[in-house]
T-cell receptor, first 115, second 112 residues
Framework: GAGVSQSPSNKVTEKGKDVELRCDPI?????LYWYRQSLGQGLEFLIY????????KSGLPSDRFSAERTGGSVSTLTIQRTQQEDSAVYLC?????????????FGSGTQLSVL | QKEVEQNSGPLSVPEGAIASLNCTYS??????FFWYRQYSGKSPELIMS????GDKEDGRFTAQLNKASQYVSLLIRDSQPSDSATYLC????????????FGKGTKLSVIP
């Protein structure tokens, strides 16, 4: 695709429910990243994929958070038993090869609100 | 704790002036440094990257890096109202790491 696509753009859920956030990276990009941006905070790294494997998932805040990537393309971030502190904008980014100096291309994000 | 610190602002400058944005980082092994611009309600976009000490210029933007002082800055010359945005400093944590650590950002407002 022309850019990184994320869906849904907005998600309102009740505390305790599970949510799935989707990211479709730029075609041909092997590296995919998930970040979280809370109000007034910087971007917080969650997980990095190289192809379908996740060599760095050190940023996932708890075992309620998981992510997978299939076919070296689409990724899904799942949050189980959502809590109010999970409310944030979840940003996905991709890059061509995942080298440390590469430019990240960000999607427009999913605004998650947990009531 | 690896941290990237920025003044949150807002930083207000008149149109045509030079805007100076500053960032300090705590991890001495950091290798790569980036400035992303984020318009309100939009996603971040890369505007500058710098890897070695000194200045790097690209159009109206100049990035400056001083690894000894653990300091990186972004200068915007001839500031325009369209430059009004939040500027995020990002630092790579070291060789072999794919994780960028972002500062909270400095909000810049260019007054016409």
């Amino acid at each position: 695709g022309a850019g990184v696509s994320q869906s849904p753009s907005n998600k309102v859920t009740e505390k305790g429910k599970d949510v799935e956030l989707r990211c479709d990276p730029i075609s041909g990009h092997t590296a995919l990243y998930w970040y979280r941006q809370s109000l007034g905070q910087g971007l917080e790294f969650l997980i990095y994929f190289q192809g379908n494997s996740a060599p760095d998932k050190s940023g996932l805040p708890s075992d309620r958070f998981s992510a997978e990537r299939t076919g070296g393309s689409v990724s899904t971030l799942t949050i189980q038993r959502t809590q109010q502190e999970d409310s944030a904008v979840y940003l996905c980014a991709s890059s061509r090869q995942g080298t440390t100096n590469e430019k990240l291309f960000f999607g427009s994000g999913t605004q998650l609100s947990v009531l | 704790q690896k941290e990237v610190e920025q003044n949150s602002g807002p930083l207000s400058v008149p149109e045509g002036a030079i805007a100076s944005l500053n960032c300090t980082y705590s991890d001495r092994v950091s290798q790569s440094f980036f400035w992303y611009r984020q318009y309100s309600g939009k996603s971040p976009e890369l505007i500058m990257s710098i890897y070695s000490n000194g200045d790097k210029e690209d159009g109206r933007f100049t990035a400056q890096l001083n690894k000894a002082s653990q300091y990186v800055s972004l200068l915007i010359r001839d500031s325009q109202p369209s430059d009004s945005a939040t500027y995020l400093c990002a630092v790579n944590r070291g060789a072999g790491s794919y994780q960028l650590t972002f500062g909270k950002g400095t909000k810049l407002s260019v007054i016409p």
